[in-house]
């Protein structure tokens, strides 16, 4: 009985240039893919590596997010908050038509006012008028003054015009009875953003027994008002070790699998399997994946992967 050799696959990529030699050898063992370049193919593409990482990390639960934009000036969390449909849109639109026209209104009153208090004072130095005349002139003005005062807090709750007001919110629903669980103080991710507490309007939903809570997103997010996002906030408690790896080293082919790229030995890469559980900033948090230590490939790895697929220059 003739002995079984294990299958050994070697192809040979060639340079850009007709003629010229091979920058790297493709090799398949099984299901390992390993890659050997040359050292001046390995300059060229300035690979870098980092180690597998082991961490300590809370333990997080994901809820569904909408990205909301504050109508409450700076550091006033009372106003309502605005979902981004064109229906909240004009409705936000006419009650700051309105506001501002409130203030003009006492503005017009006041100017009128304090006419009609000069013209009083003039009146009883002429002996023509009466103190009660001047009395009742500086009341009129002291109410103009309370309803512009009044005006311009409303108005303040109102927030700048949707052009100037460019922060956004996440608004996460979060049932009552798991909100003791979650750390209401640390930062919440969703996707690659991670996104600070704030303090919000104290809104909940008694049908789903939920309480709302707030995010803060980074300036110059590219997420809109009204669109859906998942949010993983942290627990208080809970604790996991997990394999921590950046997220751009990260492949994925075109069913979805997800791979890297680890250096086995000088000039070798072998490609190997992954499965990323979640997102943690700008890291990956993995399922399953090469042991702490590995040097896997972050900067060129995309290079590596259209070596080995012939798809790279």
Do not use: C
Not at 99 to 104: E, H, P
Not at 147 to 154: E, F, L, N, P, S
Not at 228 to 254: C, M
Not at 286 to 313: C, H, N, R, Y
């Amino acid at each position: 009985m003739k002995k079984l050799l294990p299958l050994l696959f070697v192809a040979s990529l060639h340079a850009a240039d007709s003629g010229g030699s091979a920058p790297a050898t493709i090799t398949k063992e099984g299901d390992l893919v390993i890659l050997t370049l040359k050292s001046e193919a390995e300059q060229s593409l300035r690979l870098k590596t980092v180690a597998v990482e082991k961490r300590t990390i809370p333990a997080v639960r994901l809820f569904s997010g909408e990205v909301v934009t504050p109508l409450a000036a700076e550091g006033k969390p009372i106003a309502p908050v605005l979902g981004g449909t064109l229906d909240e849109v004009l409705r936000l639109a006419d009650l700051q038509v309105t506001a501002d026209g409130r203030i003009l209104q006492a503005q017009v009153q006041i100017e009128a006012a304090k006419i009609a208090v000069e013209r009083a004072q003039k009146m009883l130095s002429a002996e023509a008028g009466s103190a009660r005349n001047v009395d009742e002139a500086k009341t009129a003005l002291a109410l103009a003054e309370a309803a512009m005062t009044t005006a311009k807090a409303q108005r303040g709750l109102l927030g700048g015009t949707l052009e100037q007001n460019t922060r956004k919110w996440a608004r996460v629903a979060i049932y009552s009875g798991e909100s003791s669980l979650l750390d209401a103080k640390a930062e919440a991710h969703i996707g690659k953003l991670a996104a600070k507490p704030v303090t919000g309007p104290p809104t909940a939903n008694t049908l789903t027994n939920t309480i709302d809570w707030y995010y803060e997103l980074p300036a110059g997010t590219t997420l809109r008002a009204g669109e859906r996002v998942a949010v993983e906030i942290p627990t208080l408690e809970s604790k996991l070790e997990a394999l921590i790896i950046p997220f751009n080293a990260v492949l994925h082919d075109i069913h979805g699998g997800q791979w890297v790229y680890v250096r086995t030995a000088e000039h070798t890469y072998t490609r190997k399997r992954i499965q990323v559980a979640r997102l943690a900033g700008s890291n990956a948090v993995l399922a399953s994946g090469p042991p702490v230590g590995s040097q896997i490939v972050t900067d060129g790895s995309a290079e590596l992967f259209g070596t080995e697929f012939m798809t790279g220059k």
